[in-house]
């Protein structure tokens, strides 16, 4: 209040009134300048010098004085001023290097009244001494600058700035014979208006020629310095060396700047290339502006506040022959719509979010929403100029982190990691990815698999007692399974992972999974057996042509399980199903080319029902049919995995999709599964779980997603011995005729992982090598050295 | 549930914009001091500031990250009227920077003539795209036809909004059956009230974007707009920053009921609305599987939003901004009235028939 109090005094009782406006000149403005009424002001351009009245509502031409039949070039001005002591004196500064005064009180219609021809070229500022009603001062392009003493024809004093053009001059408000003028070539001088030999103080200010400064009105030493460098400089001159204070960067170079009046650290400024705008700054926030004007349409080649007390009104030529009022608070302002936060999820559910720090210091910072941010300013009772000023914003960075093991995605990529995708009977499939889901407290998803195993795989290993109770519960329908476990009761509470009830459910998936992994170990066992039999050499991917000998295995295989079966017959709507699905041998032939994760056993079990069910097909198809009929879950289990996917688990949906293969896969759109495809794999990059991700490529059935391993993949094979390219035939060398990269340890050639001892050169499979050396220290090879493998 | 990790960001303005690369081990902020400084997260996972360097003459309003595929590159846009692609680049072993990595610019997208407020990568099976959109309401997608070579981006496409842009999202989905999306929010203040999201599809025989959709029904101010991450869904979601959060649906209605070659048209539903922040909201981002949204508004304060099976939103948490004692539990957001609760829950379980007897 005080402040605004001050405002009034200064204007002498009478405030400024007036609104945003503006009016079309006839040509380019290059310059203008207010009267110290503040009511009129000139526009002074190259075929254009009037004068325009300021009235509330609009411009209103007030003067001409272009006068005459031929325009002369004296007319056509660079720059324009007025005199702040004398209302009726003006200076122009012509593009032909002659500086003209005008005397609004002849009576006649040409109101010149002196010229100064001494400039060689363009004359870029005429300043008047702020005090002295008879000095005025011009700098030109060419070099120089000179004062005038208007009583006298010629000029008192030559300056020789010994550097480049004189772009701008001005006298000092706080010294009476200062002035400074700035050059082209990035330097600012200091001058002492007596004496014209050399000039006080010189210092490199900017980057490129410095078009424009301005001596503060109140803090008297400081001068603010604009460039094509799109910097302002302000520079405290009270010290003995001219010290950078403030630094503001605009975002274009800087034509003019113009300190506001009344606002200690407000400056105004324009450029003259690119940017139309008018910026005023805080320099104390170098970064954003406080306030934007964005009325013309091309380049502002002048502004001016309209009072030197009054800081809400401010005027601007342009070239785009507009003159305009720009009322302060009309202005919008960049610092409103910025925005005050920043917020990302991360990839493991952490989030890190910055804010400006008033918004999180303290409750205070919370504010009602207004509805337009764009004028908040109008709710406001008054702008006032000399408001507090908040303080350079800044932002508060944090990263909230998830706890390990609250709702972090280390569940999906322990689950990508542990998850059997294939390479193993159905069933056991689904119970290891059940346990393993269980184990990782995912009880939904883990009953989703004991379900799919029940539904696809027999209940074969339920126990005789509690499999003829659901079968007598459930025997009038028909589906036994479907009325007791019903899928609805656990699907919906899948996605947030809550424990439903499931006191029905709760006594048969537990029996289920003991049963489950009883399983398991009788498995295990049987691999153990098994692996003492084979050869060590199926642990790598370089089965093929040995597919046989594993035929040889599994009747053996099949045979020792049998036995553990309760009910064996139970088992065989696996190898119905099995059958059932028609490219059984392509199925062969997948899995042949496929790399085993899983290793040799799971090469040996895949194997198991395809060979079993020729024996057992018979009786699997009289017992299914009667009781289910084929397609009858796969479409339910399709609409299992469209709620999964959507629940944003496409981990589930794709792991189901590939353990189910042909079951479900025909029900499914092929964009679907290619979608869901596309998902999971970025998704496990995005993890970095590159195996996972080129294992659910290898094992999609869509050519679109399986392709992705071949594209722009290329494997150069040399001959070990010969070192030449390797042919495409094999794994003889077309030259040497000797198999390349043999294993030392089992003498088969490595087509996979090789790994060799740098110092004798041998080497093998790594399974073999690092079993070899679990033994031995000595090359597997019989060469005697003792390899190192680090 | 949330431990909160201070990090002394050392920006000399606001920070407008945060954003984690593909893997999340990287951190990018952006800010009025027209930097751009990038975190590398360390074995003990600590943020250490590994680049800080000026990006722009102006504000810089975003920073986003490409696909890992195309390099270590930034996208970055400014005040200053333009975006720019920044490339790291790791020290040759010969001179002195070895080791040590530097950003250089790749490209400048000068064609804005206002201020660039968004920019953001298109998904990475569209190739090395990127949109951006600008004050003057031009959204502006360029391309660059070799990922190899950064320097050269080709705009492609200009979409008119007619109102001053705020942000913009790409529909991430990957599915051949979404083609190319792209919503765009204004933050257009002037009092009649207009759309202010609109959704622009790419078409296929034309090859241009045309105008999806316009959400009616969002007539305030815009300040941030996002698709849901899509794995394997049919439909979008977008959420949408604007004096409240929401949640809109966008099911494409089938192809054959509409007619061929033209836009796909949208079933619009609004699913979650929330006023919780009780101010402007600034921000939303969604976590990486599309179930969790996370707001954050005037209020200092980051919430979580998600859906129970009943596709029903809740408030599951929130964080103060500050770092101060997280209050992560539920109970706080469910005694928040939503107005989520008040809209017509769309029923998601597995058929609709049976759904009822869940409950019995």
Sequence with gaps: ?790 | MFVARSIAADHKDLIHDVSFDFHGRRMATCSSDQSVKVWDKSESGDWHCTASWKTHSGSVWRVTWAHPEFGQVLASCSFDRTAAVWEEIVGESNDKLRGQSHWVKRTTLVDSRTSVTDVKFAPKHMGLMLATCSADGIVRIYEAPDVMNLSQWSLQHEVSCKLSCSCISWNPSSSRAHPPMIAVGSDDGSPNAMAKVQVFEYNENTRKYAKAETLMTVTDPVHDIAFAPNLGRSFHILAIATKDVRIFTLKPVRKELTSSGGPTKFEIQVVAQFDNHNSQVWRVSWNITGTVLASSGDDGCVRLWKANYMDNWKCTGILKGNGSPVSGSSQQGNANPSLGSNIPNLQHSLNGSSAGRKHS
Excluded at chain 1, 147 to 154: E, G, P
Excluded at chain 1, 338 to 362: I, M, T, W
Aim: some cysteine; hydrophobic content about 35%.
């Design chain 1, 1 to 790: 209040m005080e402040k605004m109090s001050r405002v009034t005094t200064a204007l002498s009782g009478s405030a400024l009134t007036g609104r945003t406006m503006h009016c079309h000149l006839d040509a380019p403005a290059n310059a203008i300048s207010v009267c110290r009424d503040a009511a009129q002001v000139v526009v002074a351009g190259r075929s254009i010098f009037k004068i325009y009245a300021i009235e509330e509502e609009r411009f209103v031409e007030k003067l001409n004085l272009r006068v005459g039949r031929k325009p002369s070039l004296n007319l056509s001005c660079a720059d324009v001023v007025w005199h702040q002591m004398d209302e009726s004196l003006l200076a122009t500064a012509a593009t032909n290097g002659v500086v003209v005064t005008w005397n609004l009180g002849r009576p006649s219609r040409n109101k010149q009244d002196q010229l100064f021809t001494e400039h060689k070229r363009t004359v870029n500022k005429v300043c008047f001494h702020p005090t002295e009603a008879h000095v005025l001062l011009s700098g030109s392009q060419d070099g120089f600058m000179k004062c005038f003493d208007l009583r006298r024809k010629d000029s008192v004093s030559t300056f020789s700035g010994q550097s480049e053009s004189v772009r701008d001059v001005q006298f000092s408000i706080r010294d009476y014979f200062t002035f400074a003028s700035t050059f082209e070539n990035g330097n600012v001088q200091l001058w002492d208006i007596r004496r014209p030999d050399r000039c006080e103080r010189m210092f490199t200010a900017h980057n490129g020629p410095v078009f424009c400064c301005d001596w503060h009105p109140e803090d008297r030493g400081w001068l603010a310095t604009g460039g094509r460098d799109k910097m302002v400089k302000v520079w405290d001159m009270t010290t003995h060396r001219a010290k950078e204070v403030h630094c503001v960067q605009t975002i274009a170079s800087v034509a003019r700047v113009k300190w506001r009046p009344e606002c200690r650290h407000h400056l105004a400024t324009c450029s003259m290339m690119v940017d139309h705008n008018i910026y005023v700054w805080d320099v104390r926030r170098p970064f954003v502006p406080a306030a934007m004007f964005e009325e013309h349409r091309d380049v502002t080649t002048g502004i001016a506040w309209r009072h030197p007390h009054d800081p809400s009104f401010l005027l601007s030529g342009s070239k785009d022959s507009t003159l305009c009022q720009h009322l302060f608070r009309d202005a919008s302002q960049p610092v409103e719509r910025a925005n005050p936060e920043g917020l990302c999820y991360g990839l493991f559910g952490d989030l890190a979010f910055a804010a400006k720090e008033s918004l999180v210091a303290v409750e205070s910072g919370r504010k009602p929403y207004t509805g337009d941010r764009r004028h908040p300013i109008f709710f406001k009772k008054k702008v006032d100029p000399a408001a507090p000023f908040a303080g350079l914003a800044s932002s508060a960075l944090s990263v909230f982190e998830m706890e390990p093991g609250s709702g972090s995605m280390s569940w999906f990529v322990d689950t990508a990691e542990r998850y059997a995708l294939a390479g193993r009977p159905l069933a056991e499939l689904c119970d290891h990815n059940a346990k393993v889901a269980r184990e990782l407290g995912r009880n939904q998803v883990a009953q989703t698999w004991t379900m799919l195993r029940i539904i696809y795989c027999s209940p074969g290993l339920v126990p005789g007692t509690n499999l003829s109770h659901s079968v007598g519960k459930g025997s009038s329908c028909g589906l036994p399974l479907m009325n007791s476990f019903n899928l609805k009761d656990v699907a919906p509470g899948l996605g947030s992972e809550t424990r439903l009830d499931r006191s029905k459910g709760d006594t048969r998936s537990d029996t289920v999974l003991l049963d489950s992994s009883a399983t398991l170990i009788t498995n295990e066992d049987n691999e153990e057996t098994e692996g003492s039999d084979v050869p060590a050499d199926y642990l790598l991917c370089d089965v093929e042509g040995e597919d046989d000998e594993l035929y040889l295995l599994d009747p053996e295989h099949t045979h020792s399980e049998e036995p553990e079966y309760v009910l064996p017959q139970e088992a065989f709507p696996l190898r119905h199903e099995i059958v059932d699905t028609p490219p059984g041998p392509e199925h062969l032939q997948d899995k042949a080319d496929s790399p085993h994760v899983s290793g040799s056993e799971a090469d040996a079990a895949s194997l198991v029902p395809v060979d079993s069910s020729f024996s057992l097909i018979s009786v699997s198809h009289a017992l299914y049919d009667s009781r289910l009929p084929p397609d009858f879950f796969s479409a339910l289990v399709c609409d299992m995995l469209r709620f999964y996917a959507e629940q944003g688990d496409v981990q589930m949906a794709v792991s189901v999709l590939v353990v189910l293969g042909e079951r479900v896969r025909k029900d499914i759109d092929e964009q679907t599964q290619e979608h869901w495809y596309t998902s999971y794999i970025d998704l496990l990059q995005r993890f970095c779980l590159w195996n996972v991700s080129n294992q659910v490529v290898k094992l999609s059935t869509s050519r679109a997603i399986s392709c992705l391993n071949q594209a722009s993949t290329t494997l150069h094979v040399n001959c070990s011995h010969c070192k030449r390219p390797m042919s495409s035939r094999g794994w003889v060398c077309d030259r040497c005729h000797r198999c390349a990269s043999m294993c030392a340890v089992c003498h088969h050639v490595v087509k996979g992982l090789f790994v060799w001892c740098q110092g004798c050169s041998h080497g093998g499979h790594l399974q073999h090598i690092m079993k070899w050396l679990e033994g031995s220290s000595h090359c597997p090879a019989g060469c005697g050295h003792l390899c190192e493998y680090s």
